[in-house]
């Protein structure tokens, strides 16, 4: 029993002494501790409260850190990372975009960009040859490069993204030689890749004072430039690079635009223009002008077969329906120009030959019923021929009388009969003159409808090497020198 109790015993106190050391550690370590922390606590304690401050201010966040900048920028970084990368929607995209605020050119380390022009499309919308005035319509697509523009296209996953235009920069194209230029936006917004080529269109409707080459108006074709420039300066502003055009075929009143092509004159960059070839269409002038003169001058022609009295009034109303086309003609054409058109001395030659015809017809017309050019002569001959019938007038009652005497005296008989015989040789004789003015006269006309003729042929030739022979040029790109 005791041996048992002292086992017991024994056990109870090991499993005490168990408890015991289990429990010892601890209270050890606190009482070893306990001197340690006081001293660390010292050296270290800066460092300490810097680091309990800053996670509380990393777990909390958003609160505001005054004790250190280091920390409290790092903490807003990490709060504006979050929020990129909270909304990358293509309108967050367009939003940080706009706040970049790329107003100003692309700013290359060489000061110039690089504008390329890939195409044109173009179309004449009238030519004005009077006030030589050319009107065209302009598409020009463009497209350039803003590194500013680029976004990551692992944050945000798009690669196209559209911009309203006004937000930021976009070039701006000036024709030179323009006497008015409209410029619009294609559309109000552009369109921008992820790496920064933007992409636009813009419509320029411009008015160019073009010296139409009209010297063989209305078989004319010439060409007008437009000089489409941009802003360049001291090898600053902007370089264009052009690629096609093309031509909408739109009709333009009479002139019809044959080709359109771009140049650049004498390789510089920065005189680029479209040369643009235009034809008349000369069938209507040519039906409402040309041909009319000829057809007026071939009825004058063909008048002189018409006898003299007749044909002045013929003449002259052709001379007037002459003069309502030389009216036409100076509404189509330009006063002035360095060519001027080889219609106007046409037009200027055909009223001078009807009006010196219907002059040639009156003289002629006066020769054959007088004989004679003198002034005075035709009131001379008037008198005469009233003379004459006065004295015939005064001739019959004597008959009268003498046919009264006649009854008287047979003596008599034969003065009435040699009168009426001197009158009718007097009549023939009359009339023997007036068929010898008239045979004149028509000799006369013979030789100036020959006359006319030849200088209608000369003129045909001299008309004809002049329109071929000596064309008359005009520059296009005469307003750069
Ligand atoms: C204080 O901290 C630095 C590093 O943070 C350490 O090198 C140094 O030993 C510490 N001083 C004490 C007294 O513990
Ligand atoms: C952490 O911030 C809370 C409230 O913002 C404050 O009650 C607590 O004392 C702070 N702790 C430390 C270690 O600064
Ligand atoms: C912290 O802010 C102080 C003044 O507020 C400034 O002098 C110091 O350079 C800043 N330190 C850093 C690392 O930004
Ligand atoms: C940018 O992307 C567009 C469209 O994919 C491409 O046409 C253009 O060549 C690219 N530009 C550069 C510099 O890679
Ligand atoms: C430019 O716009 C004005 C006003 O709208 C207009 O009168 C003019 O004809 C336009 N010019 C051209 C070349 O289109
Ligand atoms: C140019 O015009 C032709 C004919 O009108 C058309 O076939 C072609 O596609 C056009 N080119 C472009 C780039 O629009
Ligand atoms: C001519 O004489 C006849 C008869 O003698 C006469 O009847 C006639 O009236 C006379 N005529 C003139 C014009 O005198
Ligand atoms: C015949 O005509 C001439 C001149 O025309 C004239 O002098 C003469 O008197 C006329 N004779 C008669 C009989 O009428």
Redesign the pocket.
């Known amino acids: 029993m005791r041996l048992m109790d002292h086992s017991i015993m024994t056990c109870l106190f090991s499993i005490f002494l168990v408890t015991v050391s289990a429990a010892k550690p601890p209270s050890n370590a606190a009482t070893s501790a306990s001197p340690v922390t006081p ?2 606590q010292l ?2 304690a800066s ?1 300490a409260t810097s680091n309990s401050f800053q996670t509380n201010a990393t777990t909390t966040s958003s609160s505001v850190d005054p004790s250190s900048n280091t920390s409290s920028s790092l903490s807003e970084d990490t709060s504006s990372r979050v929020t990129t990368s909270s909304c990358t929607t293509r309108r967050c995209l367009a939003n940080m975009l706009i706040e970049k605020e790329a107003l100003s050119q692309p700013q290359s380390p060489q000061c110039t960009s690089i504008i390329h022009v890939p195409l044109i499309v173009y179309k004449t919308l009238s030519v004005d040859t009077k006030k030589l005035l050319f009107k065209s319509c302009l598409q020009v697509m463009m497209s350039w490069e803003d590194p500013d523009l680029s976004w990551d296209t692992s944050v945000y996953q798009y690669d196209t993204v559209v911009l309203p235009v006004r937000k930021i920069w976009t070039p701006d194209l000036h024709v030179a030689n323009g006497v008015q230029t409209n410029t619009t936006h294609g559309n109000q917004d552009l369109l921008v890749h992820s790496n920064g080529t933007i992409e636009h269109s813009v419509i320029m409707n411009t008015l160019v004072q073009c010296q139409v080459n009209l010297y063989k108006y209305p078989f004319t074709s010439d060409d007008c430039a437009i000089a489409i420039n941009a802003w360049a300066l001291n090898g600053c502003g902007m370089q264009l690079k052009f690629g096609n055009v093309n031509i909408t075929t739109a009709d333009s009143g009479d002139w019809l635009t044959e080709a359109v092509e771009l140049n650049a004159q004498g390789e510089r960059n920065d005189r680029n223009y479209l040369l643009v070839s235009l034809k008349m269409r000369s069938e209507n002038q040519f039906l409402s002008l040309v041909l009319p003169s000829i057809l007026i001058t071939l009825a004058d022609v063909v008048s002189y077969a018409l006898p003299l009295g007749n044909r002045i009034g013929f003449k002259v109303k052709l001379m007037l329906s002459f003069v309502m086309f030389l009216n036409l003609l100076s509404n189509f054409l330009p006063g002035g120009g360095q060519c001027s058109p080889i219609i106007e001395c046409h037009f200027a030659f055909c009223l001078i030959i009807l009006v010196l015809s219907t002059l040639q017809s009156m003289v002629v017309t006066r020769l054959a019923k007088c004989g004679t050019l003198l002034p005075g002569s035709l009131s001379k001959s008037k008198h005469t021929n009233l003379k004459d019938n006065g004295e015939n007038g005064d001739e019959e009652p004597e008959t009268n009388i003498s046919v009264i005497e006649m009854k008287d005296s047979k003596k008599r008989k034969n003065k009435p009969l040699q009168k009426l015989l001197k009158l009718l040789k007097n009549i023939s004789a009359e009339d023997d003159k007036a068929a010898r003015n008239h045979c004149f006269a028509n000799k006369v006309d013979m030789i100036c409808l020959c006359i006319y003729l030849i200088i209608l042929i000369v003129y045909t030739a001299v008309m004809a090497y002049y329109y071929f022979g000596s064309p008359c040029k005009i520059d296009p790109l005469g307003f750069w020198n």
């Open positions: 001293a660390n050296s270290n460092t």
